[in-house]
């Protein structure tokens, strides 16, 4: 009868060596990450309902709203039309005004939309009471109109330091520069009369 061969059991992660590379060294084997990611909160799109010191409503801040950009600037339109975001209709109002802010007190690269409380009062101004409705209401826009999905944006109320609603005002005030503007007028002068003539 012909002797069976032995067969050594299966040798096991734990009692494997580890393989040695030829100047001695040991070799480690490449193992992926897990399939798990990571998101980065700093880049998830919110929306602040942004409220003065003393608690009157200020507006809303959008940080990485990129995307949606176009959307934002449409809100503060004076031309009576209605935007609509992914089916949300909102409504014009007279007293809203949209900016972009590279840098502010507040935050940095963000847009805001300020309620111009001088105008409160006058025709098709923006309702107070319906501050973080608004606010919602464009969340519910962007999210149906496929900008972002369900859960990624989030929004929050927050209340303004007196030095950051100082600094939005600043940035939101229009200075006339009278000097910039007599440079132009003369940049665009008329030239003496016998070129006027020719052209």
Known sequence: MAKAAKVAPPRTKSDMETPVKAGGGTTVKYSP????????ERNKPKIDNLMHPNGTCYG???????????ELKSLSNRLGMITVIGG????????????????????????VIRIDLDLDG?????????????????????????IWGKGEVEV???????????????????VHNQAADDAFDE?????????????
Do not use: M
Not at 33 to 40: E, G, L, R, T, Y
Not at 94 to 99: A, I, M, R, Y
């Open 33 to 40: 990450s897990p399939n798990q990611k990571k998101k980065d």
């Open 122 to 146: 006058a025709y098709n101004c923006f309702p107070l009471n319906c501050h973080v409705a608004y606010g919602n209401k464009i969340a519910r826009g962007v999210i149906a109109q496929g």
């Open 187 to 199: 940049a665009i002068r008329e030239a003496d009369s016998a070129l006027e003539d020719l052209i």
């Open 156 to 174: 929050k109320t927050v209340t303004l330091s007196h030095a950051e609603a100082v600094d939005l005002d600043e940035r939101f005030s229009v």
């Open 60 to 70: 809303w801040a959008f940080h990485n709203f990129y995307a949606a950009k176009e």
């Open 88 to 111: 949300e209709e909102l409504k014009p109002f007279s007293n809203l005004t949209t900016k972009w802010l590279k840098e502010a007190e507040f935050s940095n690269y963000i847009w």
